[in-house]
């Protein structure tokens, strides 16, 4: 395993070819979603009769990673495939690629056409740079730490909104469908309502979501149950567009937590973090010793 | 077979794309645009909306002196929303205010037209997407020119579904308008979402994207053209007890089929809207 020292040598030059590499390659598993996208799709499920899986998502994360393993053998990788197929979660110092080949599974199935690649990259643990892919309408989203996020070559920018009630919100209901799962959930939007917010969204994919705050259209994001996967490449995404990622307690992100709060000023996140109730998921490092 | 609404729908399309044009421009001028609310602090209007209207309503006033009028902003001026058995154009420039204010890529234009009550077709054009929808009675439903055709699910259990929050802030208005999502989803369905606008949710339907959407609290001008478009592309729309529907009731579900259709009525419960027509329930 390379050292903490050995990785410090690395030149930022080396972490920009990754990124390279890591846009082709996010462009490529576009192509094969968007070909796929016009066919019938065979479906299972993972964790609950809603958290949805296909061929494709698994093709897809192979297609991804063996490619990119073939250029940085001494790379790790955190796939949500392969996690599901019992690799472990855990990140090390490593260069570790972070993985989520099709964002937006459901919405894959049923061509509802919200579908993204997400590829994120740490190293020292330190989020270094994201890609994020809509393969339906082709905008790439890149942000490489201390140097701007972009859509499409555009810099992005959030929005500096800080009163609630003037603020556009996004999130996502997760997995777990359970009636006091969907209480908290509810409670979580009613309470959001009744601060007189513009609106809340849900489209269906976390990473697009995330990407809409980078961009300014949404003043802020909340989930539980998302993955390291959803967050990874955003997380860079926000930060760089000079937005903020913080934990659903207001405290500071932690990528293997399954929650997110993010949005454009730290006090819009604060507000929210305020105003929300804790759905709990079991941690994606919860098998990592 | 010669169309004696061609010619209208001709000029529709040519004037959601005129306004779509006008609402991008707008989109892309710097700084904050003028906001000003409508019923509650989420039913926003800016002086956009109001432009497109007056833009869309004398094109078409220019070639067409005789026809009616039912147009969001005109409405909310003081103008009438009865529906005659005159020709009618039901309109929204803006559906997706909100969006529109924001940025956030979902903001449509809508023109439904009616004779003798009938939606005779509808054009939702969505213009951040440069998305055209169109659809004539009989005639198929169209996006960019590509015909579209419902999902045909039937299985609620393997259903997407959209709807939206709405603007009312009323709390127990909200609770029951939580209440009837949380129902769905413990069906439970596949997900539910909630893009912002109701003519681009009905569009989403027809493409097949979507199973199935319902809302309370919407508009006529929200639902007029996105319904013709739905039923041509081989969906359903009836009103959210089940029963058929109704342009002026402020509801709707549509979905792929009526299966679907009667299984969500099943679990919404409806709460009272005033209606667009202004008819009490008993003179229904």
């Known amino acids: 395993m390379a050292s903490s020292e050995e990785n410090e040598m690395y030149s930022k030059k080396q972490w920009e070819g990754c990124m390279e590499i890591a846009v082709q390659t996010a462009r490529t598993a576009g192509q094969v979603i968007r070909e796929a996208f016009k066919h019938e799709k065979e479906v299972s499920t993972k964790s609950s009769p809603v958290d949805l899986v296909t061929e494709t998502d698994r093709l897809v994360e192979d297609l991804i990673i063996s490619s990119l393993r073939e250029k940085y053998p001494s790379h790790r990788f955190i796939g949500e495939e392969s996690s599901a197929a019992g690799e472990k979660c855990l990140l090390t110092d490593s260069p570790t690629w972070i993985i989520d080949p099709i964002d937006g599974t459901c919405n894959f199935i049923h061509s509802f056409p919200m579908v993204a690649v997400s590829i994120g990259f740490a190293v020292n643990k330190e989020l270094e740079f994201g890609v994020i892919y809509h393969c339906l309408d082709e905008n790439l989203y890149t942000a490489r730490k201390g140097h701007g996020a972009f859509c499409n070559g555009i810099q992005l920018q959030v929005s500096k909104e800080t009163d609630m009630s003037k603020a556009l919100i996004l999130t996502e209901i997760g997995a777990k469908r359970d009636p006091a799962t969907l209480k908290i959930f509810s409670g979580n939007m009613e309470r959001l309502l009744k601060a007189q917010v513009h609106g809340i969204r849900v489209i269906g994919s976390a990473t697009l979501a995330l990407c809409q705050v980078a961009s300014g259209a949404a003043d802020a994001y909340y989930q539980f149950g998302l993955h390291c996967w959803d967050i990874a490449a955003a997380a860079v995404i926000i930060r760089e567009a000079g937005g903020n990622v913080i934990d659903t307690s207001g405290g500071p992100l932690d990528l293997m937590s399954r929650r997110i709060v993010a949005a454009g000023t730290v006090e819009m996140a604060h507000y929210i973090a305020q105003e929300i109730q804790t759905i709990t998921y079991e941690r994606d490092d919860h098998n990592a010793n | 077979m010669s169309d004696v609404w061609e010619e209208c729908m001709d000029h529709g399309v040519a004037a959601a794309r005129k306004a779509g044009e006008v609402v991008r421009e707008a989109l892309k001028n710097e700084g904050c645009m003028s906001v000003m609310l409508k019923s509650s602090p989420a039913d926003l209007v800016t002086e956009t909306d109001q432009k497109v209207e007056s833009m869309i309503i004398s094109s078409i006033k220019e070639k067409f002196p005789t026809h009616s009028f039912i147009g969001e902003e005109s409405v909310a001026a003081g103008e009438s929303s009865i529906l005659t058995d005159n020709p009618t154009w039901i309109i929204d420039p803006i559906d997706g205010t909100t969006n529109f204010v924001h940025r956030f890529p979902f903001v449509a234009v809508s023109i439904g037209f009616a004779v003798k009550k009938e939606l005779e077709f509808g054009v939702v054009y969505s213009c951040m997407e440069d998305k055209m929808y169109t659809a004539r009675k009989g005639r198929g439903a169209f996006c960019n020119g590509v015909q579209l055709k419902v999902s045909g699910q039937e299985d609620i259990t393997k259903s997407l579904i959209i ?105 919404l419960q409806a709460f009272p809207c005033e209606r667009d027509d202004g008819k009490k329930e008993d003179q229904l």
């Open chain 2, 163 to 267: 709807t939206e929050l709405g603007s009312n802030r009323n709390p127990d208005t909200v609770r029951r308008v939580l209440a009837n999502m949380d129902r769905l989803l413990c069906v439970p369905v596949h997900g539910i979402r909630a893009v912002g606008t109701a003519a681009v949710n009905m569009c989403l339907v027809a493409t097949g994207g979507a199973d199935a959407y319902y809302e309370i609290g919407i508009h006529c001008w929200d639902m007029a053209a996105a319904a013709v478009i739905v039923t041509e592309a081989g969906g359903v729309v009836m009103d959210v007890t089940g029963g058929p529907f109704d342009l002026m009731s402020r509801r709707l579900i549509t979905a792929s089929s009526r299966a679907i259709g009667e299984r969500i009525a099943k679990e």
